[in-house]
């Protein structure tokens, strides 16, 4: 069964910096990229970053660019989000999802097996 565990949310002030963890099991991790999407109350969710564990390239949508990087560490299965120059709407539900790609729309979907973690939440004051 795989299982994907966020940790590392809180309340940070603007401009500050917050590091997501997603730790997997029950898949081999380095088959699979791993993402991470927000949802905002009464907003779609976003795809945010995406990160594939055998080679790894990125993806990250456009309003994170230069602030967020995404990184794995495959030894521990784990997918970290750093996030720095944090802003206020940033704030959100993040969650972590096995598999992601960059969709031909330029977004960063989830595709089979379409798992996810519980989330955790950021909440970034002005």
């Known amino acids: 069964e795989v299982q994907l565990v966020e940790s590392g949310g809180g309340l940070v002030q603007a401009g500050g910096s917050l590091r997501l963890s997603c730790a997997a099991s029950?898949?081999?991790?380095?088959?699979?990229?791993i993402g991470w999407f927000r949802q905002a109350p009464g907003k779609e969710r976003e795809g945010v970053s995406c990160i594939s564990s055998s080679d790894g390239i990125t993806y990250y949508a456009d309003s994170v660019k230069g602030r967020f990087t995404i990184s794995s560490d495959n030894a521990k299965n784990t997918v970290f989000l750093q996030m720095n120059s944090l802003k206020p709407e940033d704030t959100a539900g993040y969650y972590c999802?096995?598999?992601?790609?960059?969709?031909?729309?330029?977004?960063?979907?989830?595709?089979?097996?379409?798992?996810w973690g519980q989330g955790t939440q950021v909440t970034v004051s002005s």
């Open positions: 029950g898949f081999t991790f380095a088959d699979y990229a």
């Open positions: 999802a096995a598999e992601c790609m960059l969709a031909n729309t330029g977004t960063i979907v989830v595709v089979f097996p379409n798992a």
